[in-house]
């Protein structure tokens, strides 16, 4: 059952949340063991809710779920991102998106993990440990929303919510063979303890097995929030039941935005999707080079993320009430938090400007072409000890406070070579605020998935249902 269905069931009695909730409970007391992809549990308080709440006229009545520990605050709950510093924080107060995930009738059961403080493309926190793949344990589940990932690619929830900062949703997707949407900048609740994250960049939304689960989700989720930084009118009952009218225009693009070696597999997922387009009469245009410099986006992308670190860590000082060290983080937090103390106020604007020009630029190719076909990440899920740094590198890492801004540029850029390598088609959507969606369409000879990516103009998730469940229905989905 997808979680449309168990809803569905809740509602006409053929199955009660608690029987629902206490499956879920068996299945991660089994399964998650072989993950490690939860970081604390709520399951006498799932308990008592499936017994007492009113699930009536809910749309996902009495569904379980663990939410991602990073944001996503509950109050009194638990919620680390993924940091030795926060191993005992209890959040004051729920954000507006939990909020808004209860009033659907959702019953949380505890957090997944991720990467300290969502930072990497895996999912490797040292205060939790690895999280596995399912398919493969020697791999790693991706991140940030490795976690969320690891439990519905196992079926031990239907769906997961999750958030992407520059990937963190359809990257765990790609690997997990799930659907993974990023929707468009202002579409779902921000709130009230952030509401601009990196600038707008990081939303919240989910991993999910079905097109119904995801459309019902962001119907259900979206909001005119007026007194955000980034309100975005709603779309209409009728927008989420759109079908296509007629061909699309679709640019694909097969090579890395930052010139990175994209894999054979990953091209072979795109020329599976295209073969499928075309033979249901869309346009395909092959475009030889990315609409935005990729390698000047991430330099701006480097540029807020550190800013906005290092104002989290003044955050935090004025909390703890004294100043961090390196030994309160790892070392790829220390290495930001540095470079952000540094960056010129005039700097971090003229990124933010240049943010708003990759919107325009990616508006006006829209007027051509309707959709971005892209891979969503370049290979398939990492060995545990693949994106590793060397020991020199490490060692230059902790001292960089003693660099300057240039040297600690050119140590931020090669401390996530690696990674960008691997995920390099996903931060870009970040950035202009389009919706982007991871769909599961591709498994290499060795049985590992790998997803491709759609993106289109900002506000046209409805675009989107509408090709994802042109693949679905036609079994193209793995």
């Not at 970081?39 to 008592?48: A, P, Y």
């Not at 545990?384 to 960089?400: V, Y």
Request: with cysteine.
């Amino acid at each position: 059952m997808d979680a449309t269905q168990m809803a569905q069931n809740v509602r006409s009695k053929k199955i009660s949340p608690l029987e629902l909730v206490k499956e879920v409970i068996q299945k991660t007391e089994s399964i998650n063991p072989k993950l490690n992809a939860i970081t604390s549990q709520r399951f006498e308080k799932g308990l008592h809710e499936a017994k007492t709440r009113d699930f009536s006229g809910k749309l996902f009545a009495g569904v379980p779920i663990f939410l991602k520990d990073l944001g996503q605050e509950q109050k009194g709950e638990p919620s680390t991102a993924g940091s030795k510093l926060f191993k005992d924080y209890r959040a004051k107060i729920s954000d507006y998106y939990v909020q808004k995930l209860e009033e659907l009738g959702f019953i949380i059961l505890g957090r997944t993990s991720t990467p300290e403080f969502g930072f990497k493309n895996i999912s490797d926190s040292a205060l939790h440990g690895n999280v596995n793949l399912p398919d493969d344990l020697s791999r790693n589940a991706g991140g940030s929303s490795g976690g969320a990932a690891a439990l519905v690619a196992t079926d031990v929830i239907p769906l997961a919510p999750a958030s992407d900062g520059g990937g963190s949703i359809r990257i765990p997707a790609s690997f997990n063979g799930l659907i993974g949407l990023k929707p468009s900048r202002g579409r779902v609740p921000v709130g009230p303890n952030s509401y601009r994250g990196w600038q707008g960049a990081s939303v919240q939304f989910a991993l999910t097995k079905t097109v119904r689960d995801t459309r019902n989700l962001l119907q259900g989720l979206q909001v005119y929030q007026i007194e955000s930084p980034f309100p975005l009118a709603t779309l209409s009952k009728a927008d989420f039941q759109k079908k296509l009218k007629k061909p699309l225009k679709i640019a694909v693009q097969l090579e890395s935005p930052i010139g990175g070696i994209v894999s054979e597999d990953a091209k072979q997922a795109v020329k599976k999707a295209v073969s499928f387009l075309e033979q249901k009469g869309h346009h395909i245009t092959l475009i030889d080079k990315s609409i935005i410099d990729g390698i000047e986006a991430m330099w701006t992308y480097y540029i807020i993320t550190s800013v906005e670190t290092a104002a989290m860590f003044d955050k935090i000082e004025h909390f703890l009430k004294r100043p961090v060290t390196i030994d309160d983080m790892e070392v790829m937090s220390w290495v930001l938090y540095q470079m952000g103390q540094n960056i010129p106020a005039k700097n971090y604007t003229k990124a933010i400007s240049q943010w708003d020009q990759y919107s325009q630029l990616m508006a006006k190719f829209h007027q051509e072409y309707d959709v971005l076909l892209s891979p969503t990440t370049a290979d398939v899920a990492p060995k545990h000890e693949q994106l590793l740094l060397t020991n020199q590198q490490l060692d230059c890492l902790k001292n960089s406070e003693h660099f300057s801004l240039k040297e600690q540029k050119e140590l931020v850029w090669d401390m996530f070579s690696k990674s960008l390598d691997l995920t390099p088609f996903t931060q870009q959507a970040n950035m202009t605020g389009q919706p982007s969606i991871s769909l599961p369409i591709y498994r290499n000879q060795g049985g590992l998935a790998l997803g491709i990516q759609l993106t289109v103009a900002k506000g046209r998730e409805d675009l989107l249902f509408s090709i994802a469940e042109m693949f679905e229905k036609n079994q193209q989905f793995l």
